[in-house]
């Protein structure tokens, strides 16, 4: 494959730490977690572990050892253990909250041009996508759901990244086959069903 092409699969996928991670360009990171959700679906999913009783006895375990490291250091004179001054700064709570205002808005113009314009071809897109979440989820638990989402994020991208082009072209002609059939169904059903005139009240 040539570069371009690699560099396009790179970029959107962000372009940096992220791309890296899940496009395996950096193994040291990629691998430490991969092994890290693996054993966290283990622990929650499959064994059953207590999400709450986890973070509880390692933050317990975490203080004890963080307090008796600063008692030994004083008694030996030895450097109290380096822990760092753990602060969000204003940015990145400014750039998170930009972020949230778009997809939110996002999703208040869906709302609102399937309630208000009545766009049926949107109100279809939506509900198909809802109905597949929700058969998909009612295979899997949330976590086990959101393993094979990490899985899947590792895979996919290094695949297509790998074959790119016969990708491709399946996949443009099967999205040639779903318009064509979409077409179809808009002329005989979708067209069909009658809607009152969208009138815009006028503000004087």
């Known amino acids: 494959m040539d570069d371009s092409r690699s560099f396009s699969v790179r970029m959107a996928l962000g372009g940096g730490a992220v791309a890296d991670l899940l496009l395996w360009k950096n193994w040291r990171r990629s691998v430490p977690f991969l092994v890290c959700s693996t054993g966290f679906w283990f622990l929650f999913g499959f064994a059953g572990y207590s999400w709450l009783s986890f973070v509880s006895n390692v933050l317990l375990l975490l203080v004890f050892i963080l307090f008796f490291w600063a008692k030994s250091a004083s008694l030996l004179n030895r450097p109290p253990p380096p822990i760092p001054s753990l602060q969000i700064s204003e940015e990145t ?20 041009d399937i309630a208000i314009c009545g766009n049926l071809k949107l109100l279809g897109q939506v509900a198909i996508c809802l109905w597949l979440i929700s058969y998909i989820g009612s295979f899997f638990c949330f976590l086990s ?46 067209r069909k069903i009658p809607f009152p005139p969208n009138k815009e009240k006028k503000i004087n």
Do not use: M
């Open 93 to 112: 709570v400014v750039k998170t909250a930009d972020e949230v205002r778009v997809w939110i808005n996002k999703a208040l113009l869906i709302a609102h």
């Open 145 to 190: 759901l959101a393993y094979i989402c990490v899985l899947l994020s590792f895979s996919l991208p290094v695949l297509y990244e790998k074959y790119q082009t016969p990708i491709d072209d399946k996949l443009h002609a099967a999205y040639s086959i779903a318009e064509l059939q979409y077409r179809k169904i808009d002329d005989t059903i979708l």
